[in-house]
């Protein structure tokens, strides 16, 4: 019954990121991806097909009932980037088909296959995939059957489950920290650093609606891009011993591998304040030298004890998988029956047409002697009867199967 779905894939699971990058369908815009997305399908005589790339995943969901493997992975990879060896492609790529590629469909909707489990970026990235190509004509319905499968099930296990509940990033956990102190929006942050990390942390900042951010950075433009997304001031990391302006809570996190704040800089910085303050090092090791915490009020929030409840956080997550998965597998029984159905429909299409051609059959063929010789009104009689029959027989097979399909199915073909 699902023979045909099929699941080409490169995901975070088998290959390390940058492994993946070559599986990605390469273009300069989306006109060039439609043509070899369109080409690809064309050259591999694939009936539906849709392409999904994140950052940690490369997927081409696909429907059909003649590709063969194995050599059929490598020719598509091939295609993809002619570069790819045979046994690359054969170390790095899984193909799904049948029940498993529905599975791995839904499992991957649910984000239960997720880098983190329970972030719900995939489903939406997935809805995205999917709308593209189906505009692009490249998806029929039996993806939209798996797709409308996928996207129902994946919303009932994140409303369902506790996958998504707790936070599992530390910037996450550190804002949520930083949230229970109760300083208000217009608090006086600093930031030091301004790599990836506290590029996060910016976006978590704006979203809580902090407005008095400067940031000081070694590289003086990475600082003013953080802090043009916070309408903030940005300074060299040299200028920190000259700020004169105080400060409510200090947020650290460069790649330094000794403390960039010592004591003697904590001292200049706090231009003589003595209030609480607010310390947040997500560094590793940390950037705040021991010094400051143990000589000064503070709050401090480091990244050891974020870690460990991130940690605490995953393994929650990862108990609750096996409570999404008994809801997936109810969610599958229901794909089975949904293809089953559409399969019996798209036949039943037929009966009308083959039941007209019966009676014309019968009418001007093998009956039509006998009706020749007929006066007008028997002839209208018989005809008259004929479309009679033809209208309750072609009702017969389509009351019995929409019967038969009302029954609900729980057995995977
Ligand atoms: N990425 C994560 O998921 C994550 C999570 C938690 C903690 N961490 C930790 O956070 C720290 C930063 O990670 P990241 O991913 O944000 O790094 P990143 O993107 O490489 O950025 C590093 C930042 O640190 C600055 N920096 C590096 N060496 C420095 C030095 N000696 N003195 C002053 N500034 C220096 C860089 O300044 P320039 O711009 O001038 O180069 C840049 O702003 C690391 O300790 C990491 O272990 C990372």
Not at 77 to 95: A, D, G, K, R, Y
Not at 121 to 141: K, M, V
Not at 150 to 178: C, F, N, Q
Not at 266 to 293: F, M, Q, R, W
Request: proline residues 2%.
């Amino acid at each position: 019954m699902l023979n045909g779905f099929k699941i080409l894939t490169v995901t975070h699971r088998q290959t390390s990121l940058q492994h993946i990058e070559k599986f990605v369908v390469t273009h300069s815009d989306e006109t060039v991806l439609r043509a070899r997305l369109e080409a690809l399908k064309a050259e591999f005589g694939l009936a539906e097909m849709m392409y999904l790339a994140t950052c940690n995943r490369v997927m081409f969901l696909f429907y059909s009932e003649t590709v063969s493997p194995p050599n059929f992975q490598s020719n598509f990879f091939q295609h993809i980037n002619p570069s790819l060896s045979e046994h690359f492609i054969t170390e790095n790529v899984t193909l799904y088909e049948g029940r498993a590629a529905a599975e791995h469909l839904y499992r991957v909707a649910s984000s239960i296959d997720s880098l983190v489990v329970g972030e719900r970026e995939i489903l939406r990235q997935l809805r995205e995939a999917y709308d593209r190509c189906q505009q692009w004509s490249l998806t029929a319905d039996h993806l939209r059957i798996a797709m409308q499968g996928a996207v129902v099930a994946a919303k009932e296990v994140y409303t369902e489950t506790r996958l998504g509940d707790k936070p599992v990033s530390v910037v996450s956990l550190a804002i949520r920290e930083l949230l229970k102190t109760k300083l208000p929006n217009s608090t006086r942050i600093l930031m030091v650093g301004a790599g990836q990390t506290n590029i996060l942390v910016a976006k978590f900042l704006a979203k809580n609606g902090f407005q008095n951010v400067t940031v000081f950075n070694r590289t003086l433009e990475r600082a003013q891009r953080i802090a043009i997304s916070l309408n903030g001031r940005a300074f060299g990391f040299d200028e920190l011993a000259d700020y004169k302006e105080g400060f409510d809570c200090l947020i650290v996190c460069t790649g330094a591998t000794k403390a960039v704040v010592d004591n003697q800089l904590y001292i200049k910085i706090l231009a003589g304040e003595t209030g609480k303050k607010v310390i947040i090092d997500l560094s590793v090791p940390n950037n705040v030298c021991k010094e400051v915490v143990a000589n000064h009020n503070v709050h401090f929030i480091e990244i050891e004890g974020l870690r460990a409840l991130a940690q605490e956080n995953r393994s929650f997550r990862e108990q609750e998988v096996t409570v999404a998965n008994e809801l997936l597998d109810l969610h599958l029984a229901e794909f089975v029956a949904a293809v089953r159905n559409r399969r019996i429909e798209r036949a039943l299409h037929q009966v009308p047409a083959e039941m007209k051609a019966v009676k014309e059959y019968a009418m001007n063929k093998v009956f039509k002697k006998e009706i020749d010789v007929l006066d007008d009104s028997a002839r209208e009689l018989l005809e008259r009867m004929m479309d009679f029959m033809e209208k309750k027989c072609t009702g017969i097979p389509i009351k019995v199967a929409k019967e038969a399909l009302a029954k609900p199915t729980s057995v995977f073909a």
